[in-house]
Nanobody, 125 residues
Framework: QVQFVESGGGSVQSGGSLRLSCAASRYTYSRYCTGWFRQAPGKKREIVASIDSEGRITYGDSAKGRFTISQEPGKTTFYLQMNNLKPEDTAMYYC???????????????????WGQGTQVTVSS
């Protein structure tokens, strides 16, 4: 069982920045994906960014060029730096982990089995 502590959400104006943090309980799996996902009311949960055990990073189309995912070296703490936020970025943001997968599997929301509680991001125009 993996537990998470997410933080960093809040309300900002369009063009502003936020940094989300996800501190996961320690796990020692050699192969894993960690992802940030978001879900707006009435919409499907979608990938924002993922990073795998090899350090390979994938971004969803909405995040490219504006968001950056990173991992604290040697720790199971992950960040999502979000710049130039837009009203359409308003959503609940979740971090998640799946063990035993890596690479292109990290993009698929259906593969993740451990989820954080979510942190709300609201961007006003």
């Amino acid at each position: 069982q993996v537990q998470f502590v997410e933080s960093g959400g809040g309300s900002v104006q369009s063009g502003g920045s936020l940094r989300l943090s996800c501190a996961a309980s320690r796990y020692t799996y050699s192969r894993y994906c960690t992802g940030w996902f978001r879900q707006a009311p009435g919409k499907k949960r979608e990938i924002v960014a993922s990073i795998d055990s090899e350090g390979r990073i994938t971004y969803g189309d909405s995040a490219k060029g504006r968001f950056t995912i990173s991992q604290e070296p040697g720790k199971t703490t992950f960040y999502l730096q979000m710049n130039n936020l837009k009203p359409e970025d308003t959503a609940m943001y979740y971090c998640a982990v799946v063990h035993g997968l890596s690479g292109s599997w990290c993009k698929d929301v259906r593969e993740y089995n451990y989820w954080g509680q979510g942190t709300q991001v609201t961007v006003s125009s």
